[in-house]
């Protein structure tokens, strides 16, 4: 049985005013973005953010155009083009993450050799790259390894996410038993499959036997904070009467062995998006009532809380600061084709919107060149890294945005 604790209350929180908390660190003609949340884009030491660039923001990248990968000073906004991948997208870029092991100089990110999708180590200081067998999804916090997905399967069944181009090995199996989570170790690029897309369709589809003639397949990894366990979402189509689909979602956790896998927020509650608070809590955005909420629980435990009832209404890509007080998410807002960006703490139980951001064309709030914010945590905790248009040109930038927190 569902329970329900509520930790909040609609009030704004007293957080000091900002005159103008949101600027625009990159500028066009060329577009900049970082992609996805919960990866920060700052190096060690704050002093570098690292971003793509793209001439485009018009189609899907075909695989023959490249997008840049840019350094940023974090002072002076100016933009560096160290090196190029042809695996990108504008929901998730490329994947770009800071090396853990080389925090300052080391990239990491999705590259394409030929017809395989790959990633590749950028070293700064030498200005030379090597590669890795596996396209990464998640990283973990002590750089040893990453989690990997087949993008020629998130291309075939959800583009958004895939690279144009990209081939699935299993173009006719549904639930294949070769393909799923895969771990690879960073150094030897050495990896292995965890946990198997028929495996997981063998444990829901006793409950749900519309799964049969449903293709299944695995997104979003996220190592916990103690690099023991990652979660991931096992996801499919689900037809409606209208002739139209829903994407519908379990999601399990698992350790590094895949001998312990739980599903922590069951097939059919329309789970979204995520975060690992510690190494133990999960927030995650799902169907509680019948109403998309913010929930926080324990890996494994039912001990579902509803957070920001009445102030954090709906989706929303959530986000842990370090302490893990301050939640940092956002909201699709139709009406005015904008992005809201909010500012959550749980200990007071209050929070704050910190900024709007224009889309401008319903293009871009929604579908698969839509421009997330999908906010970012420095480290310090005194701004937030979005993406989001400058509304001077219109062209997608990557902005930051002062929190009030010092």
């Not at 704050?352 to 060149?369: I, S, V």
Request: charged share 25%; glycine share 8%.
């Amino acid at each position: 049985m569902l329970r329900r604790h509520f930790l909040a209350t609609p009030l704004a929180a007293p957080l000091a005013a900002l005159k103008s908390p949101a600027r625009a660190l990159t500028q066009g003609p060329k577009h900049h973005f970082f992609g996805y949340y919960g990866i920060s884009p700052w190096n060690q030491s704050l002093k570098k953010l690292v971003c793509l660039e793209s001439d485009f923001q018009d189609h899907l990248p075909r695989p023959e155009e490249a997008a840049g990968v840019v350094v940023v000073d974090t002072v002076t906004g100016k933009a560096e083009r160290v090196a190029e991948t042809r695996a990108w997208n504008f929901q998730q870029g490329a994947m770009l993450h800071w090396n853990p092991l080389k925090p300052e100089t080391e990239i990491l990110f999705n590259e394409r050799d030929g017809d395989r999708i790959v990633s590749a180590a950028y070293d700064l200081s030498r200005g030379d790259r090597r590669v890795l067998p596996r396209a990464i999804n998640g990283v973990s916090h002590n750089g040893r390894h990453a989690v990997c997905l087949t993008y020629g399967r998130l291309t075939r069944l959800r583009p958004v996410v895939g690279y144009v181009g990209a081939v699935d090995p299993n173009p006719n199996a549904d639930h294949p038993d070769n393909d799923g989570v895969f771990l690879m170790d960073l150094e030897t690029g050495k990896s292995k499959l965890v946990v198997s897309i028929r495996q997981i369709y063998e444990r829901l589809v006793p409950k749900h036997p519309e799964l049969k003639t449903r293709a299944m397949w695995f997104n979003h990894t996220v190592f916990n904070k103690n690099d023991t366990r990652f979660f991931f979402l096992a996801r499919c189509w689900e037809p409606l009467p209208d002739g139209g689909k829903r994407l519908e979602s379990a999601m399990f956790t698992s350790d590094l062995d895949g001998r312990d896998v739980r599903e922590v927020v069951p097939f059919g509650k329309g789970v979204s998006h995520f975060e690992w608070r510690n190494d133990r809590e999960i927030m995650a955005t799902f169907r509680v009532d019948g109403k998309v909420r913010h929930v926080l629980f324990t890996d494994g435990q039912t001990d579902y809380r509803v957070i920001g009832d009445g102030f954090l209404s709906g989706d929303g890509h959530c986000s842990f600061a370090r302490d893990e007080n301050w939640l940092v998410t956002d909201q699709n807002v139709p009406l005015t084709v904008e992005k809201r960006l909010f500012m959550y703490q749980l200990s007071t139980q209050k929070g704050r919107e910190l900024a709007r951001f224009p889309m401008f064309e319903p293009r871009f709030l929604g579908g698969d060149l839509r421009c997330d914010l999908h906010p970012r945590w420095r480290a310090d905790l005194r701004q937030i890294c979005v993406d989001a248009f400058d509304s001077r040109d219109r062209t997608r930038q990557v902005h930051v945005v002062e929190t009030g927190l010092h």
